[in-house]
């Protein structure tokens, strides 16, 4: 019995968190999934009518505007990310003395709430009160920048806040990766006379190529999943400007009340993710396993 | 060509100039951007120590000319979330009676899976650490509907310890992956050796992995804590008047439309809501720089 109890012991300590797993994660998405293809308004109903909430998400205006929102948003603020954060590691990793206390403050954004950081730029970017009075006041008096309260530039808005956030956590990726490069190799390159930015572009940037998988990786999940920042910096608006897909499926779920909506743009976002995270997944299990 | 016509001291000193103004560029380069990352912080702080007035007449970027705490403590203690006017105090009390206890179990959890997946490798154990290993990427809006009803008929919907139960669901797959790929380097054979002695599965994670695992511990406390604080989506779809974590509140107080907008109480909102995390950062900064790299860079 003690043996039979040893043996086994492993699988039960494993098993709540599995259970948990099969219910919370793989049995809610399967209900959610189920509900997506119901009449479901502000109940949930279970007769399974086919795809009419689909059809009714893809004609819907306000989800695409959601759509094309992700697809700016994801684009520029991934690209810009990496972009800034590859730039900021290279300058960083010219041996400078004051390093640690200036990776400290490209970083520290990643520690922050959403909320906080929305509020902040919300405040910035106050169109009577932020930047746009401070330049007038320096004497440009035609200065505007009124992007929070633009419905065509209020997106960008969102695409500075985020950028501002993760852009330091990209460098600090890229610093570690930049490290990681084998220093032989580097200074055989600089022996031969090499300039540093043909080593940077032809010998470094090319071996971390697993490295901007992995930002790009982490970067997209991101963007799909910001909800916080759009919900402080602009509420979805102007009017529905701003609309994510995160932020729609909010709305209809718990202030439209319309559960059929709000499950099937979840499950939209949730295929999205799964196009991007599962090949990587499924190459990063496939590489441990060998 | 040029280089040709001078003298060799002269061709040094050339080069010696071009080198200092290269390494003043990438001065300056980094100063700006870090002035780009600072300003918004040093834009809320000052903001929050300025009366309404000062705001209205003077400029963003500039140092306040009286400082006054008023805001701060209106923040604190007395601004509006709706109907409510009682500051950010209770809330910030709910997310920390909301944090600790979820970090703490989602913590011990991932630690003793962790310790299962990595030593104690059974038929169907890689497929269990892959199925919960994907529970972290989705996007939580898919789980939203369902959590909701669950809590309700769990009789914990609304309530501080449903946000704990579902922090700690939706945790357990970062912390059990954090654990696994500390404690995967741990060579099997201290395991086998200990068995060998007699040492039964609990005693083995006491006496031997235990000690071993301060580090990935704060590793994970940290960036459970740090995700927990700062989560607003789940603060704001399972929690009501009352009960609001943090975050839910500094939003509501900053959208509240009753009356003047106080941005300077908002800015010190803001601030106090950013502080634990940011200690955090500040005290403990590398390994929360580790925890943030752990799920992206690997092998």
């Known amino acids: 019995m003690t043996e039979w109890l040893e043996r086994h012991i492993p699988k039960m300590v494993l098993a709540p968190s599995f259970i948990a797993t099969l219910v919370f994660v793989y049995g809610f998405i399967a209900w959610t999934a189920w509900v997506s293809l119901t009449r479901s308004r502000l109940l949930p109903k279970y007769e399974v009518e086919g795809l009419i909430q689909y059809e009714r998400l893809f004609a819907s205006p306000r989800f695409d505007t959601a759509m094309m929102n992700l697809f700016i948003f994801g684009t520029l603020f991934i690209l810009i990310s990496m972009v800034l954060g590859l730039l900021i590691a290279i300058l960083l990793d010219q041996k400078i003395r004051t390093e640690g206390v200036l990776r400290t403050i490209y970083l520290y954004p990643m520690a922050l709430s959403m909320i906080v950081t929305g509020t902040a730029w919300k ?56 490290r990681s490069v084998d220093g032989e190799i580097i200074k055989a390159a600089q ?6 930015w043909r080593i940077y572009s ?17 970067l997209a999940h991101l963007a799909i999943k910001s909800f916080d920042l759009v919900i402080a910096l602009t509420g979805g608006g102007p009017g529905y400007a701003t609309d994510l897909p995160a932020t729609y499926m909010y709305a209809m779920a718990f202030s439209r009340g319309d559960i059929g909506q709000a499950a099937s743009s979840a499950m939209v976002m949730m295929a999205v993710v799964f196009a991007i995270v599962v090949p990587y997944l499924y190459s990063e299990l496939r590489v441990k396993h060998d | 060509m040029t280089d040709m016509t001078l003298s060799a001291p002269a061709r040094a000193a050339s080069r010696n100039w071009t080198r200092i103004a290269l390494r003043w ?55 509006c979330t709706g109907i409510q006017c009682e500051g950010l105090r209770p809330y910030f009390w709910n997310s920390v009676i909301l944090a600790i206890p979820a970090v703490a179990i989602s913590t011990i959890l991932g630690a003793i899976n962790g310790y299962v997946i990595a030593q104690w ?28 009803r669950m809590l309700g008929m769990m009789g914990i919907a609304g309530t501080i310890p449903g946000l704990i139960f579902v922090h700690v669901i939706y945790g357990i797959g970062f912390t059990t992956l954090f654990f696994r790929n500390y404690y995967v380097s741990i060579p099997q054979e201290l395991v086998k050796a200990a068995k060998v002695d007699g040492a039964g599965f609990f005693r083995i994670f006491w006496s031997i992995f235990l000690p071993l695992s301060l580090p990935i511990v704060v590793v994970t406390v940290i960036w459970q804590f740090t995700q927990i604080w700062n989560d607003f989506l789940f603060g704001v779809s399972f929690s009501q008047a009352g009960t609001q974590p943090v975050t839910v509140a500094l939003n509501n107080i900053v959208n509240s439309t009753t009356g003047v907008k106080e941005y300077n109480v908002d800015m010190a909102a803001a601030i106090i809501a950013a502080l634990p995390t940011l200690l955090v950062y500040v005290v403990a900064g590398k390994y929360f720089i580790r925890g ?3 799920g992206s860079v690997k092998g």
């Open chain 1, 202 to 218: 032809a010998i470094i940037i090319p071996s971390m190529a697993p490295i901007f998988l992995s930002a790009f990786i982490v």
């Open chain 1, 123 to 178: 405040w910035i970017m106050n169109p009577g009160l932020g930047i746009e009075k401070m330049v007038r006041d320096w004497g440009f008096e035609s200065f505007s920048f009124d992007w929070v309260i633009d419905p065509d530039m209020a997106i960008y808005a969102i695409v500075i806040a985020g950028v501002w956030q993760a852009s330091g956590f990209v460098m600090a990726l890229f610093l570690a990766g930049l």
């Open chain 1, 191 to 196: 022996v031969d006379g090499i300039p540093s």
């Open chain 2, 25 to 79: 560029l990438l001065f300056t380069l980094l100063g700006l951007f870090a002035l780009f990352y600072l300003m918004p912080l040093f834009v809320m702080v000052t903001t929050s120590l300025k009366s309404l007035e000062e705001i209205r007449t003077g400029s963003l970027v500039a140092f306040p000319r009286e400082v006054t705490f008023e805001a701060w403590r209106t923040a604190w203690s007395g601004a």
């Open chain 2, 292 to 294: 943030l790299t752990a």
């Open chain 2, 121 to 148: 490798k059974f038929k169907g154990a890689n497929l269990i650490f892959s199925l919960m290993l994907f529970g972290c990427f989705i996007p939580f809006q898919v789980v939203l509907l369902p959590m909701a």
